[in-house]
């Protein structure tokens, strides 16, 4: 069955993706799902259509997503109000008559893209439909059936995308509806623990669906900060647990009332399984141990914010002292001392902890910076042969870099042969990388001063570097 899908139009990446992990996660199989664009609409069109097995997964799809408006059965499209009715006349019957029956209400909405319409010009559009035969009684509250007039005009003044050659207007039943109380329910400036790197719960949400968090699975983030994201895998039915190398965080927060935990019992949700104290470089799992995860979902340190970091301090890590043993007398307040940990090392230890931990077919969901390069040069990510790489949705952050989220989905259960070929990809990955991984962080890359001002001030012997200032737009 075709559905018209409409999304919202934001983070425009990130929308085919979320619907397909839906899909399948509500049970649709892989083949049978398809899209296709309205004629003449660009691919960044709010509009379009996709096929699905079922009217129950499709409004399972909307009543989940965040970036999906509503699923409708489309009854008839085209560029004007008369090719409207002859697509709404030529619908099976079969298929429209259960709907207008004299024992139901209904309720017709106008919406547009791209233009306003006035509230006279609303009824004069839902009047022109008196061709078909509704036989129920109007109720504007609480309707036994939603229909959609939807007019997308071919200006390209207000909504951004490329002209299309003529409008389009679509006519149909709403199948399903995104849950609009979600967001503002989890909105980060009414949470009440929050740090510097906390997701935003758009993002998280989009995150947990990309890892088809849902109840009776485990979702692990080994970079859990004030656990934005676990809360919103609870949120969606899944147990979660989380691990942090910053001690402070996982056990103490900020009291007793303001910490990891509070943000969970806020929202009703059940509490982490665990939080750990634990060093993503050499995590303390025993050997024997695998594939106890459904999803892992994270957001490593990449240097904007926060710089990634691992145990052992400066001088262990340089060799110049030997590591030691924490006195027994001095143990309940130790902060474990850290050192550097670049992002290319994060990222591979990442892959090899996914690769162990995941069940077959479970998902390892994380962001992965890249600086915007206007060459148009390929962006290499890293890649496991445990793994394929089914989604890339970039979020630009500025001018200068943005964030891509990376899906993989495990393929190929863990073996030493496998960690070998996984060693050696990475060797690979680390000799042909960008400077700024190796380096940690891209925070000289987005703050460095830029380079005509430099220019300008050359020649003049009273020339000082400028401050380091952010120079990028938001995009």
Do not use: N
């Given at each position: 069955m075709w559905f018209l899908c409409v999304f919202y139009h934001r983070l425009l990446d990130f929308r085919k993706p979320e619907v397909e992990a839906l899909a399948e996660l509500f049970g649709e199989e892989d083949e049978s799902l398809q899209w296709r664009l309205p004629e003449h609409h660009h691919n960044d069109t709010p509009f379009h259509f996709v096929r699905l097995s079922s009217e129950e997964i499709a409004q399972n799809i909307a009543k989940r997503s965040i970036l999906v408006k509503g699923m409708y059965?489309?009854?008839?499209?085209?560029?004007?109000?008369?090719?409207?009715?002859?697509?709404?006349?030529?619908?099976?019957?079969?298929?429209k008559l259960p709907f207008l029956a004299s024992d139901s209400t209904f309720r017709i909405s106008v919406e547009t893209f791209g233009k306003a319409l006035t509230f006279d010009e609303q009824k004069e559009r839902i009047h022109s439909l008196t061709y078909i035969p509704f036989e129920g009684k109007v109720n504007l509250k609480n309707p036994d059936h939603n229909f959609f007039l939807m007019e997308m005009d071919e200006s390209e003044e207000s909504n951004g995308l490329p002209p299309i050659v003529q409008r389009r207007i679509f006519f149909g039943r709403e199948v399903g509806f995104a849950d609009r109380k979600l967001l503002p329910t989890f909105q980060l400036k009414s949470r009440t623990y929050l740090g510097p790197t906390a997701m935003d719960a758009e993002m998280a949400f989009l995150m947990a669906n990309q890892a088809k968090a849902?109840?009776?699975?485990?979702?692990?983030?080994?970079?859990?900060?004030?656990?934005?994201?676990?809360?919103?895998?609870?949120?969606?039915?899944?147990?979660?647990?989380?691990?942090?190398?910053?001690?402070?965080?996982v056990r103490d927060g900020r009291g007793p009332d303001c910490n990891v935990w509070s943000n969970f019992k806020q929202y009703g949700l059940p509490a982490p399984v665990a939080l750990l104290r634990m060093d993503n470089n050499v995590p303390p799992w025993r050997s024997g141990l695998k594939e106890i995860f459904d999803a892992i979902i994270c957001d490593p340190p990449y240097g904007v914010r926060a710089g990634g970091r691992k145990s052992g301090g400066r001088k262990i890590l340089r060799g110049t002292v030997d590591p030691y043993t924490v006195p027994e007398d001095k143990r309940s307040g130790h902060i474990p001392s850290t050192g550097a940990y670049s992002l290319v090392e994060c990222v591979h230890d990442l892959l090899h902890l996914a690769a162990r931990m995941l069940v077959m077919k479970g998902r390892l969901v994380f962001f992965f910076p890249v600086l915007r390069d206007e060459s148009g040069s390929e962006v290499k990510f890293p890649e496991h042969p445990c793994f394929k790489l089914v989604a890339v949705s970039e979020q630009i952050l500025s001018s200068r870099y943005s964030r891509v989220l990376l899906t993989m989905v495990k393929v190929e259960p863990y073996s030493e042969e496998i960690e070998e070929a996984a060693r050696l990809m990475h060797l690979e990955f680390r000799e042909n990388h960008l400077k700024w991984l190796e380096e940690g962080n891209i925070h000289s890359s987005v703050f460095k001063?830029?380079?005509?001002?430099?220019?300008?001030?050359?020649e003049s012997k009273s020339f000082k570097d400028p401050k380091p200032k952010y120079r990028g737009k938001y995009v």
């Open positions: 059965e489309l009854w008839g499209e085209g560029t004007c109000y008369e090719e409207l009715k002859d697509s709404i006349e030529t619908f099976p019957d079969s298929r849902a109840s009776g699975k485990l979702v692990y983030d080994p970079f859990v900060g004030t656990g934005s994201i676990l809360v919103s895998a609870a949120r969606f039915g899944a147990m979660t647990m989380g691990a942090d190398i910053d001690i402070r965080v001063p830029s380079t005509d001002a430099s220019q300008i001030h050359t």
